[in-house]
């Protein structure tokens, strides 16, 4: 069950009204976990039992790990809640690319092996939950939060359907306590809920699907080489498409959330105006650059142990974090290119001490940024390097022989829709979507939003997965 499907709309409209009943508070938090059981085995139900085995080892685990007297205890406790969840999770999506890749290294030593393939199957958001009940243990392990109160509460905090598929990537400090008392959206909560339940399916089923998508797909999924105005083109539209696709899944899981009286944090801050990647990553997927941060990047020694020490440990974070996205060598290459760039930046930075760049400076290393971006996207988005390389070496002009790909349509098209996300990050970039609504006059919110809504069932969506649902 997506978002934009007229599944969820009947289904989110049940919860919403049972939760509105005059209910006790544990009875309201039963229907949310069966909800929530309901909207993950919609794409295919025996995988909650990943969802029963996680919940209950780390609830177990964390039970051990708070009362565990001895140091030896309190590892033991932890390292089973990490050997299980990473279990699990290398298992299903790891497993083939890891058999592949052994294969291929023997291979290069003369040894005819084949492995075997096994037909498995990505459990939808294995990637985000696993990071949820990860992050609850090593909490407790290392003594920044106290177990939750009550199994109810730790399970629906695991399962808890606005962010259970693609994110944000909670912690359980930020939504545990909030089921320990009862919640109940007011009517602004509920009114700000569905506008950003509208403005995010605008952005994914009318910008990244109906517009953007098609673009993509033209250069990225056919076999025709592109020349310099296609390719970029191709790239600027993908950049489009997975800020609108992303984005969109999460201020619409915000939305839901906020509909129940629940609040998520910021996955998004106008990350195309950021200036440099530090900056980018403190905008781009906040939840997963802050989980890294806390959990990878700082136990490897963060910036605690010299310049060669914190170049180290941003490179195995970033080159992580793109495996994390995907069992392919692609990934890892678009992760280790954001590793390059933030040791570069850091290596500028400590040159440059003092410097105060004006605003001409300043937007011409926010374009720098976001060309330097749109670089990354292209490993993120191509399925093989060969294609990576094609597309690389038309954006820097090698193909000028190229029959063209896209129509003038199609090149305006995404020329206004990614030169207006531009133009809205930077105007908002110092400030917060609360704020910009705040100071615009309350009938042209209204205007915009009837026209995003009017254009989400215009066009008539087929119903497309977000695309981090595939990690």
Same mark, same amino acid.
């Given at each position: ?34 909800? =929530? ?33 001895? #140091?030896?205890? +309190? ?6 809640? $990490?050997?299980? #969840? ?40 294995? =990637? ?20 939750? +109160? ?41 009114r700000f809920g569905l506008a950003l ?91 997963? =650059? ?18 060669? !020490? ?5 490179? $195995? ?62 490993? /993120? !988005? ?5 294609? @990576? ?12 022989e190229a029959a063209p790909i896209l ?10 829709? $990614? ?10 970039? #110092? ?21 995003? @809504? /009017? ?9 497309? @997965? ?6």
């Amino acid at each position: 069950m997506v978002f934009n499907s007229l599944a969820f709309i009947a289904f989110f409209a049940i919860v919403l009204v049972i939760h509105s009943l005059p209910l006790g508070w544990t009875n309201k938090k039963i229907n949310l976990l069966l909800a =929530s059981y309901l909207f993950y085995a919609a794409w295919n139900p025996p995988f909650i039992l990943l969802l029963w085995i996680s919940t209950i080892v780390d609830w177990y685990a964390a039970q051990k790990l708070a009362h565990a007297r001895r #140091n030896a205890s +309190r590892h033991a406790w932890m390292l089973l809640s $990490v050997i299980v #969840n990473l279990g699990m999770l290398g298992y299903f999506k790891y497993g083939n690319f890891v058999l592949e890749n052994f294969g291929m290294l023997v291979a290069s030593f003369g040894i005819a092996y084949r492995p075997p393939h096994f037909d498995i199957v990505l459990p939808v958001g294995i =990637s985000f939950y696993t990071f949820a009940t990860m992050s609850y243990t090593l909490d407790i392990y290392l003594r920044r939060a106290a177990p939750a +109160r009550n199994f109810l509460d730790y399970a629906l905090f695991v399962t808890f359907f606005p962010h259970l598929v693609a994110g944000p990537i909670m912690r359980p400090t930020e939504l545990v306590p909030q089921f320990e008392t009862p919640r109940k959206a007011t009517p602004e909560m509920l009114r700000f809920g569905l506008a950003l339940m509208t403005l995010g399916l605008f952005q994914k089923v009318v910008l990244a699907d109906t517009f953007l998508a098609p673009v993509v797909e033209a250069v990225y999924d056919r076999d025709r080489i592109a020349g310099a105005l296609d390719a970029w083109m191709a790239t600027l539209a993908f950049s489009g498409q997975i800020f609108c696709d992303f984005a969109g899944y999460s201020t619409t899981a915000i939305g839901v959330a906020m509909c129940l009286g629940f609040a998520m944090p910021d996955n998004f801050r106008f990350p195309y105006a950021a200036i440099g990647f530090i900056d980018f990553w403190r905008r781009w997927h906040i939840t997963l =650059s802050s989980w890294l941060r806390d959990y990878l990047y700082i136990p490897l020694g963060g910036n605690r142990h010299g310049e060669a !020490r914190t170049y180290l440990a941003l490179m $195995v974070t970033m080159l992580l974090g793109g495996l994390w996205h995907g069992a392919n060598w692609t990934f890892v290459a678009w992760g280790g290119l954001h590793g390059v760039y933030l040791v570069t930046e850091r290596k500028l930075r400590s040159w440059a001490r003092g410097y105060r760049p004006g605003p001409a400076a300043m937007a011409s290393m926010g374009l720098v940024t976001f060309a330097l971006i749109n670089v990354t996207w292209v490993f /993120f !988005r191509a399925k093989k390097f060969a294609i @990576a390389w094609q597309i690389l070496s038309g954006m820097f002009g090698a193909h000028p022989e190229a029959a063209p790909i896209l129509s003038f349509m199609r090149i305006a098209s995404v020329t206004l829709i $990614v030169g207006g996300i531009l133009c809205t990050h930077w105007a908002l970039r #110092n400030g917060t979507l609360e704020f910009a609504v705040g100071r615009t006059r309350e009938i042209l919110i209204s205007g915009l939003l009837a026209s995003m @809504a /009017f254009a989400v069932v215009a066009v008539q969506g087929e119903g497309n @997965a977000f695309i981090y649902f595939q990690f």
